[in-house]
């Protein structure tokens, strides 16, 4: 009886959670799932329209493009370089403003503010700052050395990581404020009685229990790596420097010679490797997870 009034429950409960999820689900699959599976399949014919299946030939093709290989080399370079000073400072800025300190909240706000700011502002921003007569060249000639070409030298990586950190560092320094904030202070008070310093506090209690914290800001760090194109686009156009050249440019570049082919295998490449970072940093996690309980 009590199984019977419980499956009567998880219908009833099961059909209203649906009632509700149907509009994000019927939107995900219309502007998400159907168009990537039907790029997937055009990743595998030679045209879009009655096109005939040839396997693999354009991944190989792709694969042989010295401008996919650049695009994908400089955007592995960017997320390899960006993500981890992004979480190195924005976990020292969440530990320091977990503190109690003078202008806390004023800090808090400067640093999320970049969050709310339209990109085009972002972007405006910057131009001023690293253009050939911006305020960069202008200090660099006030203290008698050259003018640098930012964005079209090798310092032009250091400018799309600088705009990434800048943007991106008060979302990271939440997600590590929240992660610090569920640490009991109990461990702390418990490692203080028993003549733990500081140091000892902070790597064996923060970060340990932060663990599962970092794993999902390196996560949404990644992805947003991927996203940072709007940025790179908007200072330096469809075709930048080559050390900025990323697998967005590639892509965009492809969308408007309308080579679809290439563009959905490299869409579906690309799609493919976060997948897999994704799944081994959740089997790391899950591990993790396990070995401290």
């Not at 429950?9 to 099961?14: N, P, T, Y």
């Not at 194109?229 to 010679?257: C, K, V, W």
């Amino acid at each position: 009886m009590n199984r019977l009034r419980l499956s009567a429950w998880l219908r009833k409960d099961g059909a209203a959670a649906m009632m509700f999820l149907a509009p994000s689900l019927l939107g995900f699959a219309l502007f998400y799932a159907v168009p990537f599976a039907i790029s997937i399949y055009y990743s595998f014919t030679d045209r879009v329209i009655g096109g005939k299946f040839v396997g693999f030939a354009n991944y190989k093709e792709l694969l042989l493009s010295s401008s996919f290989r650049k695009a994908a080399a400089n955007t592995l370079l960017f997320t390899g370089i960006s993500v981890p000073i992004l979480m190195v400072l924005s976990l020292v800025l969440a530990l320091l403003l977990n503190q109690r300190l003078w202008l806390r909240n004023w800090l808090q706000t400067s640093f999320v503010l970049p969050l709310v700011v339209p990109v085009a502002s972002i972007v405006t921003i910057w131009q001023i700052f690293v253009d050939w007569n911006g305020s960069l060249n202008a200090i660099l000639h006030t203290i008698g050395l050259l003018r640098i070409d930012w964005m079209n030298s090798n310092w032009s990586m250091a400018v799309l990581v600088l705009i990434y950190i800048w943007k991106n560092i008060g979302y990271n320094m939440i997600l590590f404020l929240a992660g610090l904030q569920t640490i009991p202070q109990s461990y702390y008070e418990t490692a203080r009685i028993e003549g733990a310093s500081r140091l000892r506090q902070l790597f064996g209690i923060t970060l340990v229990y932060l663990i599962p914290t970092m794993f999902f800001v390196i996560l949404i760090s990644i992805i947003n790596s991927f996203k940072v194109f709007r940025e790179t686009y908007m200072l330096a156009g469809d075709y930048p420097y080559d050390r900025i050249y990323m697998m967005q440019h590639y892509m965009n570049n492809m969308f408007f010679s309308l080579d679809i082919q290439k563009l959905s295998a490299a869409a579906s490449l690309m799609v493919g490797c976060i997948v897999i970072l994704v799944s081994v940093l959740l089997r790391f996690e899950r591990r993790f997870q396990d070995n401290l309980e």
